[in-house]
């Protein structure tokens, strides 16, 4: 059994979908995604959308922390890390969507 390993998509599908292919051309049967499938790029509603069917057929899917201050933004002056509140304006548009697949 082949594994393909995903991280730090932050919203890039078109680079999603590039590898997702190679790694099938390769022969992966089993996909896990380590997070942050959100913030910076262009289609975080797909990337999202994208990796909620994959997991509905077996994939491992696992919550990062950009998908996790979308949930939960922190507030000015406060950081989570090394990130801060400047950093969670860049995920206003994914929270939506984050948050609609928590329902």
Known sequence: MKLALFSDLHANLHAFNACLAHAREQGASKIAVLGDLVGYGANP???VDRCMALQAQGAIVI????????LR???AGKTMG????????????????VRESES
């Open 82 to 97: 090394c990130l801060t509140a400047f950093d969670t304006d860049l995920m206003t548009l994914c929270s939506y969507k």
């Open 45 to 47: 509603g797909e990337v």
């Open 73 to 75: 933004p922190i507030t």
């Open 63 to 70: 919550r990062g922390n950009h998908e996790s201050l979308a």
